[in-house]
């Protein structure tokens, strides 16, 4: 797929990993729809429009099937179609599985998992019914490894690795392609407030010895969305840490 001046709708796009997609696209070209759970600042979206395209702030609630719906609706009325969705949107609520609450588990799954199934779900007739289409999903490496304190998240991550490649085989023929990417240990907000010590103990289980890059995550992304007879697959960009 050529992704100049095509629609590109990042969830959790306002900062970290999804901020860095969404920038990826705009520098090659594409249109950005860019959203969060709060409202999308101007200054932001100049980021985007200074690459010489078109950048819209959307905000909702994926976990709720309605706000998905319509954010979707918004997003084909301000640029005309949305032709690549890329579910990154995520959190997390880490704790040991014989203490985690019920509301912890849930809302991780509610958010990471059935949020990106709302979104697809909103994209799709519109993709299918123009015979073209592209869906990347956020996956980790944990949803193929598993973590100990972790089990919510490794569950929401494995789930969206199980709707990938099943929404996969739905719409293959109607050529749209979903297709999922696994980070690993990627320099985030999270990685900056751990200590040294913890930060070495983490490489030292990297074969690679660093932290990823969002912008390494961002062009697997691009790299995807423009794979024509590439779908059902998982990209794992984790410095060699579930080989």
Do not use: C, W
Request: glycine share 10%; hydrophobic share 45%; charged share 20%.
């Amino acid at each position: 797929m050529e992704i100049k001046n095509k629609n590109v709708f990042v969830t959790g796009s306002t900062r970290g990993i999804g901020k860095a997609i969404a920038l990826q696209f705009a520098k090659a070209g594409s249109n950005v729809i860019i959203n969060g759970r709060s409202a999308v600042s101007e200054e932001l979206l100049a980021e985007f429009k200074a690459f010489g395209v078109q950048a819209v702030g959307i905000s909702g609630d994926i976990s709720k099937s309605e706000d998905a719906k319509r954010m979707v609706k918004e997003a084909i009325e301000a640029l005309g179609s949305v032709d690549i969705l890329v579910n990154n949107a995520g959190i997390t609520r880490d704790g040991l599985s014989l203490k985690m609450s019920e509301e912890d588990f849930e809302t991780v799954l509610k958010i990471n998992l059935t949020g990106a199934f709302n979104m697809t779900q909103a994209v799709l007739k519109p993709m299918t019914r123009a015979h073209s289409g592209a869906i990347i999903n956020i996956s980790s490496v944990v949803g193929l490894m598993g973590n100990a304190g972790q089990a919510n998240y490794a569950a929401s991550k494995a789930g969206l690795i199980g709707l990938t490649k099943s929404i996969a085989r739905e719409v293959a023929a109607r050529n749209v392609r979903v297709n999922a990417v696994a980070p690993g240990f990627i320099e985030s907000d999270m990685t900056e407030v751990l200590s040294d010590k913890v930060k070495d103990a983490m490489k030292g289980q990297i074969p690679m010895k660093r932290f990823g890059m969002p912008e390494e995550i961002a062009t697997a992304t691009q790299f995807l969305a423009e794979q024509e007879y590439m779908t059902g697959q998982v990209l794992t960009i984790d410095g060699g840490v579930s080989m």
